[in-house]
């Protein structure tokens, strides 16, 4: 019975790996076992976005009942955004949930994925603290999620005033990713993530 | 009424017995030989009418068969009927068209072109293509054979006017013409002549000995030889047989992966109750208004799973309408109480009086979900038990404490619901409910709990 699930990510695999967004390197996909039930994505942050040149990784786990249910996937790489859980890196994003298809593949996940990245949808927030920040202060949003994808995906874009903050955090002898969520979710606000993180 | 003629006659090999039915009544039973024609047949047939073998037309599927048709050619089975009408006029007003676009052929092979419907495609000349039918003799997905009849009197005695084009023309009523030769005075009475006669299509199991004109097979039209090689939606394979979705798209998947759809959906519940179809399944590529109608599609299902089929959508009927369903383990029985009530009793059940709100035993005043995994079962025992021991090791009781632990009930339809893992954010998975409701509230999904408590 699984056969049909193994079968057909075989070929979506397949698919993938002869697109011609892995010829530009946007996407990329890696099996995980011999019998395709975990797979590991690769998704490269869309240009002219906070998240331009990083990598993302994202776990792909296959259901037995697939290709009628959809594949579980997740953000492995920590990354800063309305629609993704900064915390486990859950995703809300409808083709993964009730709005999937039987015709859609994992071509078309990792292509949606990509296109969540630039265009996020506060409105459907999966991470209420970045949603706020997003709609409230998209300036201070923007800087976080470079910042993020700086230091967890490997974008150029290194934030010395950003990076000084979570220092003396540290200093004080808070774990540097605590203190990074604290300081990303009250606008780098010294104080008040100090306070958050003491109280 | 119907009277059986025994027919002494040469045995001949591999021959078909063959019923042949007179529009005076009678029945004639005859063994044909299959590279007899239809004119050999009127020589045999006519001295029994008492009739010239030229007075005599032979009439099958809704066509009147030309003397040059060979039995072989008829895709006839054992225990077929042919009708035998004595001509009344000549030329009959229908026949000129007929002859000249068909030259008589009978109706099964000349629709046999269109089983792709709603298309233009024509499979390589020389398939022969049967359709799909449930059939309730063999149980199972068999292969079928068209078989036309008059509308109104039923009679098998008719000849069409033109051959259905689609599957509309077969399975809607009334759409095709004809003309019923079961003395014509007959169908003429029930008209008035203020309308023609129409064609009633239907199927018979061309894998089973007929066992008369009314041993009927349901179409399962949307399952099609892949003509056109079409790959299948879910595994991509190119199958001979396919299921084609009732979608505007004509969405394909193989049998195989039909069946995984429909036992996934099954498994999960997910089956909707469409208030004219039943319950049914839509296209898996989420196309609109791609419901399937003929739900015996779902006997490609396993026995096992189409008795759960089966009692899945009495349940959710029952539900839909305001019932509930008996608590008690193994009963299950749908009741329909008023809904003012509380106090429901399994009359046609198991007997079990409970409450409809809290579904445990009845009781006076509000709710309390009984924490006592004692109360049930204290027959005597001649040894001894320790009693938290024997609670803890009951089936049914861990069932129970494991349901109380694990689930919470979705807010709208009760139906206990896990958690296993992601957001706060639950959607109610009950077909048909679908209910947005938070894991920690325990109501209506809003904006104050995307703000507090999303992950907790």
């Known amino acids: ?199 | 009424m119907l009277q059986f003629l025994s027919f002494s006659k040469k045995k001949i090999g591999n021959s078909l017995s063959i019923y042949i039915k007179t529009n005076t009544g009678n029945t004639l039973s005859v063994d044909l030989d299959p590279t007899w024609d239809i004119k050999n047949v009127k020589e045999l047939v006519a001295p029994q009418l008492g009739l010239d073998p030229g007075e005599v037309k032979i009439i099958f599927a809704g066509k009147e068969l030309g003397d040059s048709i060979t039995i072989s050619e008829c895709d006839l089975g054992q225990q077929s009927t042919l009708h035998a009408i004595k001509i009344t006029k000549k030329p009959p007003p229908v026949s000129p068209l007929i002859e000249e676009s068909d030259e008589g052929k009978p109706l099964c092979e000349t629709l046999n072109d269109r089983s792709f419907s709603n298309d233009d495609t024509q499979p390589p000349s020389g398939t022969k293509v049967h359709f799909f039918v449930y059939c309730p003799t063999c149980k199972g997905l068999k292969n079928g054979k068209l078989r036309v009849r008059c509308h109104f009197c039923k009679s098998g005695a008719f000849t069409v006017h033109a051959d259905p084009q689609n599957w509309t023309d077969v399975l809607e009523p009334k759409q095709i013409t004809g003309l019923c030769e079961n003395g014509a005075e007959f169908c003429a009475d029930i008209l008035d002549n203020r309308e023609p006669t129409f064609a009633d299509f239907y199927f018979k199991c061309s894998e089973h000995t007929s066992l008369g004109e009314d041993d009927e097979a349901v179409p399962l039209y949307l399952i099609r030889p892949n003509l056109k090689d079409v790959p299948c939606l879910a595994c991509a394979d190119v199958n001979d047989l396919v299921f084609v979705f009732p979608c505007e798209g004509g969405h394909v998947t193989c049998l195989d992966c039909f069946r995984q759809y429909c036992s996934t959906r099954l498994r999960e519940r997910q089956f909707w109750q469409h208030p004219e179809f039943g319950y049914t399944l839509a296209c898996p590529a989420g196309c609109p208004d791609s419901f399937i109608k003929e739900i015996h599609h779902f006997r490609l299902l396993s026995e096992n799973q189409y008795v759960q089929y089966q009692r899945f959508a009495t349940e959710e009927f029952v539900l839909r309408s305001g019932g509930v369903l008996c608590p008690q383990p193994g009963c299950g029985m749908g009741i329909l109480a008023d809904p003012e009530c509380t106090k429901i009793t399994c009359i046609s059940g198991c007997g079990y009086v409970f409450c409809r709100l809290c579904l445990q035993g009845y009781h006076i005043g509000e709710c309390h979900i009984s924490e006592d995994v004692n109360s049930t079962n204290n027959a005597d025992c001649s040894y001894n038990v320790d009693p938290a021991r024997a609670a803890e090791a009951r089936w049914d009781e861990a069932s129970k404490v494991a349901i109380k632990v694990l689930t919470k009930p979705c807010p709208k339809c009760r139906t206990p619901t896990e958690r296993d893992g992601g957001c706060m954010h639950m959607v109610c998975t009950r077909a048909g409910c679908e209910y947005h409701w938070c894991w920690v509230c325990q109501t209506a999904w809003t904006r104050d709990c995307m703000g507090s408590h999303w992950f907790g």
Request: aromatic share 8%; with cysteine.
């Open chain 1, 1 to 199: 019975m699984a056969n049909i699930a193994a079968q057909r990510i075989r070929r979506e695999f397949k698919e993938v790996i002869k697109s011609e967004e892995v010829a530009k390197c946007a996407i990329k996909v890696e099996l995980l076992n011999d019998s395709y039930t975990e797979l590991k994505g690769e998704i490269t942050g869309p240009p002219d976005t906070a998240y331009e040149g990083g990598v993302f990784v994202l776990e792909i786990k296959v259901p037995e009942t697939y290709p009628f249910n959809p594949p579980k996937v997740r953000f492995i790489t920590k990354i800063w955004h309305p629609n993704i859980s900064s915390v486990t890196g859950a995703i809300c994003l409808d083709i993964l949930k009730d709005q999937w298809a039987a015709a859609m593949t994992l071509r078309t996940v990792l292509l949606s994925l990509q296109a969540l990245l630039s265009a996020a949808e506060p409105d459907d927030p999966q991470d209420a603290v970045v949603a706020k920040q997003f709609k409230e202060n998209i300036e201070m949003f923007q800087m976080t999620a470079r910042h993020w994808t700086n230091v967890y995906a490997g974008g150029p874009h290194v934030n010395k005033e950003c990076d000084d903050k979570i220092k003396r955090l540290v200093d004080m002898g808070v774990e540097e990713h605590q203190a990074r969520v604290a300081l990303s979710s009250y606008n780098w606000d010294i104080e008040r993530a100090t306070e958050q993180i003491f109280s």
